[in-house]
């Protein structure tokens, strides 16, 4: 008994080193050919290369779907970063929302700083029907809060999916737009005043 | 040569006339939009129009395609081959040496087929180039340039015409109606292949974006632009056959080596450096993905 517990600690410990070796010290070729094929221009430094860890299963896992106990340790992780408003409101103006919606510009290396980020959410959801140009990577938003009900628990998830998208689906193609630092919390707050206000066009 | 390229103005202008029309449509089809932003009460009106708006957005599909045909009958593109052409027939550089004796795998100074044939290994580099970077080679090597002063202005604009757009639309052209046939029997080329398709999968920047975000599933868009799935070989055949492009948003024909490096911008990346050996392995995963497609470019684009 005791034998077996000691080759099974050995072998994860092994297991574990091995992992290290093929990670921490010499990066593989095809990483630094990656590398190096960028120059930082402007707000676009080479960083943005590099990878958290949801980032680094999420590229292991494109084509083939992530196992359900990666994905769970990745929303567990990403759950954790999200810090809600601290005033407990998650609808600001659906107006302000809708241009946002509409924005694609931010944090390209053409894009001013100093300006505020759009959040481009029409470039991958249909949301306004009066908007036809929308793309059809991400669901049809059209009706959120109509079809879901405007509850306070939905409000809150539709803050917390946009500011952290990791932390509800692991691997989706959304940005992560609150812990990336995209869009700011008023931001953010009027998005899901899009999505939730029985005003909204999105709800009509 | 001028006489040859009036015929092609006089379409192009056309060309530019119809676009005007159609985005004239367009505009017009999409105008609720911004208003919804702007007038929320005119934008509730409009949501009680009984066009469902899946119908609305067929119609606009079927206006950009008839706008992509009335396109198609004249392409400026010519204007970038005639003055590629010349520029490859003519003696430049410190070397006083034109492309003639420049090997694009075919053996020295063969354009026809050349380009469905890259990237590909070459001996005299030790490198898999793809066309650009090929150019490149050649222009220090034959033409005597620096390999600094052959790199600079990869991209033209209005009032400054990059030299290596117009090689690129020349040389491409010259294999119009060529089947793809990019190899992978050289060990580099099969490594190449592979940091592609690794740098295709990557997921990054403050978007975590990939290049497979977009174009790694089916039938999918970004606002009213279809997606071609690069990674299945008859949409990554029907993507990759139509560029270079004339870009009538721009008035520039753009080469690969420009759409992988605006890909990058819009993915949030930093600047892809033109023709680093990262920018032809990703053309190497893309070009090879595309094999048996009938080459077709320089093609116009909106």
């Known amino acids: 008994m005791k034998t077996t517990y000691l080759m099974a600690t050995l072998a994860l410990v092994a297991a574990t080193s091995a992992q290290a070796q093929t990670k921490a010290p010499a990066p593989d070729r095809a990483t630094e050919v990656m590398k190096a094929a960028f120059k930082e221009r402007g707000q676009a430094k080479l960083d943005r290369l590099n990878q958290d860890k949801a980032m680094e299963l999420c590229t292991k896992y494109t084509v083939t779907p992530i196992p359900r106990k990666l994905a769970a340790e990745i929303e567990a992780e990403n759950v954790k970063t999200i810090p809600f408003p601290a005033d407990g409101k998650y609808l600001g103006d659906w107006k302000a929302g809708e241009r946002i919606a509409q924005s694609g510009v931010g944090m390209q290396f053409t894009d001013n700083p100093a300006n505020p980020s759009g959040a481009n959410c029409y470039a991958c959801h249909k949301l306004a029907p009066q908007e036809l140009s929308y793309g059809t990577i991400g669901s049809s938003l059209y009706q959120f809060g109509k079809l879901r009900g405007y509850s306070p628990d939905i409000a809150k998830y539709a803050y917390g999916k946009i500011y952290n998208s990791q932390a509800y689906a692991a691997c989706s193609n959304m940005p992560r737009f609150g812990h990336n630092k995209i869009l700011t919390e008023t931001q953010i707050k009027d998005l899901v005043a899009l999505l939730m206000d029985p005003e909204s066009p999105v709800n009509k | ?302």
Request: charge should be positive.
């Open chain 2, 1 to 302: 040569m001028y006489r040859t390229i009036k015929p092609t103005a006089v379409k192009w202008l056309a060309a530019v006339a119809a676009f005007g029309l159609i985005a004239a449509g367009t505009a017009g089809a999409q105008a609720p939009a911004p208003k919804a932003a702007a007038k929320p009460a005119a934008a509730s009106k409009a949501v009680a129009a009984p066009v469902t708006p899946a119908k609305s957005t067929d119609a606009t599909v079927r206006e950009i395609e008839k706008y992509r045909e009335a396109l198609a009958d004249g392409n400026p593109a010519d204007l970038w081959e005639a003055r590629g052409e010349d520029l490859w027939k003519q003696k430049r550089g410190p070397k006083n040496a034109s492309f003639e004796k420049c090997d694009l795998g075919l053996g020295e100074g063969v354009v026809k087929g050349a380009y469905a044939k890259l990237p590909r290994y070459f001996e005299d580099t030790d490198r898999v180039q793809d066309l650009e970077s090929r150019l490149v080679t050649c222009m220090v090597m034959l033409q005597g340039f620096k390999y600094d002063q052959a790199k600079r202005a990869p991209f033209g604009s209005a009032e400054n015409k990059s030299n290596m757009e117009a090689l690129v639309a020349y040389v491409t052209a010259n294999s119009r109606g060529a089947k793809m046939n990019v190899s992978l029997s050289h060990a580099k080329e099969k490594e190449a292949y592979a940091i592609g398709k690794k740098m295709f999968f990557h997921r990054g920047g403050p978007h975590d974006f990939s290049c497979a975000t977009c174009h790694a599933q089916d039938n999918i868009r970004i606002r009213l632009q279809d997606l071609p799935n690069l990674t299945k070989q008859e949409p990554a055949q029907r993507a990759y056959t139509s560029w270079p492009a004339y870009r009538v948003s721009q008035g520039e024909l753009r080469s690969f080596q420009w759409r992988l490096f605006d890909c990058f911008r819009q993915q949030r990346f930093p600047e892809l450096d033109f023709t680093s050996e990262g920018s032809v392995a990703l053309t190497t995963y893309l070009a090879r993905n595309a094999n048996g497609g009938i080459f077709n470019a320089p093609a116009i684009k909106r």
